[in-house]
């Protein structure tokens, strides 16, 4: 059964700390790995992951893929409150004849003043 | 342009009785889907369809049934609601071919009394 899992579940800190978010999966046809942020509507894309060791950077958000130990996270640097929001790792197993998208429970991340 | 649209936004339904979710997409994608979201856990796939006039099911299909009407509409009916299928259900698109990211929509939150 494929399966992705987040880690940790909630995270409060305060602004300007660095988070890091953890995501380990195990699926049976591994295309890619996303994030996406949620804050209380549909899903935003941030990332997509395909190959290991390529950190992908957005602003002061990153994230990078270990397909070894078939593992990603997600660095956020000097939190904002605006980062408040739940983070969702999902994994593309399209291939195969099958199609979509197995996701993880979320990060619920909390930025304090 | 639009992206994923859908409708309505909030229903209500009784135990028992039937609707449909519809979803719309501008973005001339092939794959669609829909996907439901419970507290405290990430999206689970309901159905998808990778071209127009194809279907399958995804990771939780039992009780709805999905009908993809053209390239742009996916629609997901309810036949009997239950209480079990009060949920928050998001539609999604994207270019299976590419790969690349889902886009969803904003989300239809259905109660089941």
């Known amino acids: 059964e494929d399966k992705v899992v987040q880690s940790p579940l909630s995270l409060v800190v305060h602004e300007g700390d660095t988070v890091t978010l953890n995501c380990s999966y195990e699926v049976t046809n591994f295309r890619s790995l996303l994030w996406y942020k949620q804050e209380k509507k549909a899903p935003t894309f941030l990332f997509m992951l395909?190959?290991?060791?390529i950190e992908k950077k957005s602003g002061r958000l990153s994230s990078i893929l270990d397909k070894k130990e078939l593992f990603s996270i997600l660095n956020i640097t000097a939190t904002q409150t605006g980062d408040s929001a739940v983070y969702l790792c999902?994994?593309?197993?399209?291939?195969?004849?099958?199609?979509?998208?197995?996701f993880g429970k979320g990060t619920h991340l909390i930025i304090q003043p | 342009n639009a992206g994923v649209t859908q409708t309505p936004k909030f229903q209500v339904l009784k135990t028992g009785q039937s609707m449909t979710l519809q979803c719309a997409q501008d973005m001339n994608h092939n794959s669609m889907y829909w996907y439901r979201q419970d507290p405290g856990m990430g999206l689970r796939l309901i159905y998808y369809s990778a071209s127009e006039g194809t279907t399958d099911k995804g990771e939780v299909p039992n009780g709805y049934n999905v009908s993809r009407l053209n390239k742009r509409e996916f629609s997901l009916r309810l036949e009997s609601a239950a209480p079990s299928q009060t949920s928050v259900y998001f539609c999604?698109?994207?270019?299976?071919?590419?790969?690349?990211?889902?886009?969803f929509g904003p989300g239809t939150r259905l109660t089941v009394l």
């Open positions: 999902a994994v593309d197993f399209s291939g195969g004849g099958a199609d979509g998208l197995t």
């Open positions: 395909t190959s290991s060791g």
């Open positions: 999604a698109s994207r270019y299976l071919l590419t790969g690349k990211e889902q886009f």
